[in-house]
């Protein structure tokens, strides 16, 4: 059994963070951002990598006029209205193009990606939607996912991976996700603290999650694909093994134990046959974004090294998922 590497990321933009950060304060962080995505994709034609974009639905539009028309009618009433993005635009306002405000629409990158060899267009729901905040519904959600699909069809994709915005969701979302069209979706790892049920979470849980990306606190993090479930009428669930988490200059140290640990991890997986899965948000590269890239090389050059010495693959989210299936999705 050869080992697999997937990697799948939360591309959203000020999407992901809207009902926290400012957009004017973060404005030459996300267009960094956006320089940087090219030269991701460099890198992964390059090294033959086969990621899922998790995508926000709103980022495939181009115009304030394209989004309205496309907006679901069941939008989430949270019992904290500020979650909702759609409060967000009420409020704040957004843009008339994606020219005029590229922090919120992203037509041209989707493009981009969607071009590249490999590259899988995923979901990031919609909306930005949180699947356990209080006041929301399942039929709320399944509008939103039904909105994610129509975005989608605009550059002519069908989305079949899902990832869940802060990694929130549970059976029943699961079950509408599959009847969306999705066979994919990304699980946590098998870790107390990544057990997340909403975005309240104590300091002890962020705390160890930040540890563990430097020091051996979690359990085993690469698994064989026959351990995965699969359940009638239910995608398939694929953990995630690693964060990877942005350079910080003041962490050079650390970040070097970081990218020896995800070596070695990877390294575990392709010995072993088993998937080694690693995620981040592409935004993640807006601080110090020369540096993200070149761990990325380094990350990608090992991948090289396990393809060529134990026949590593790479695969997305979907291929992953029909291996499993057994069927073409």
């Known amino acids: 059994m050869k080992g697999t590497f997937t990697i799948s990321l939360d591309f959203e933009l000020h999407w992901g963070g809207f009902e926290k950060w400012d957009a004017e304060e973060y404005r030459t962080y996300f267009l960094n951002t956006r320089k940087a995505i090219p030269e991701m994709l460099k890198l992964f034609a390059g090294f033959d990598v086969h990621v899922t974009w998790a995508t926000v639905g709103i980022l495939f539009y181009d115009s304030i006029e394209q989004l309205n028309e496309n907006i679901p009618d069941q939008k989430p009433s949270y019992r904290e209205l500020q979650l909702s993005v759609y409060e967000y635009i009420r409020t704040h306002g957004i843009g008339t193009t994606e020219e005029v405000d590229p922090l ?13 060899p490999n590259q899988e267009i995923g979901s990031h729901t919609f909306g930005h939607y949180y699947c356990n905040e ?7 959600f399944f509008a ?17 991976a899902l990832v869940f915005p802060r990694n929130q969701f549970n059976d029943e979302y699961l079950k509408a996700c599959y009847d969306a069209g999705f066979r994919a979706v990304r ?9 997340i049920q909403t975005r309240q979470e104590t300091f002890w849980k962020r705390l160890n999650r930040g540890l563990d990306a430097y020091f051996p606190i979690g359990n085993k993090n690469t698994f064989p694909l026959s351990s995965l479930t699969v359940r009638k009428g239910f995608p398939v669930c694929i953990p995630a093994s690693r964060l990877l988490r ?12 970081k990218i020896s640990r995800i070596k070695s991890e ?37 991948f090289a090294y396990c393809r060529d010495k134990y026949g590593m693959e790479s695969c997305s989210m979907t291929e992953i998922a029909e291996r499993l299936l057994h069927e073409p999705v």
């Open 134 to 140: 209080e006041g929301q519904t399942i039929d709320q």
């Open 104 to 116: 919120h629409f992203a037509r041209s990158l989707v493009k981009q990606i969607a071009s590249t």
């Open 246 to 257: 942005p350079y910080r200059p003041q962490e050079v140290i650390l970040n070097t134990f």
């Open 144 to 160: 939103d996912l039904q909105a994610a699909q129509r975005s989608a069809q605009t550059i002519g994709r069908r989305l079949s």
């Open 187 to 195: 699980s946590n790892p098998q870790d107390w603290f990544w057990n």
């Open 266 to 302: 990877m390294t575990r997986a392709a010995k072993s046959g088993e998937c080694y899965h690693l995620w981040w948000h592409p935004h993640n590269f807006g601080h110090f974004p020369v540096e993200n890239l070149r761990d990325l090389k380094v990350i990608l050059e090992h």
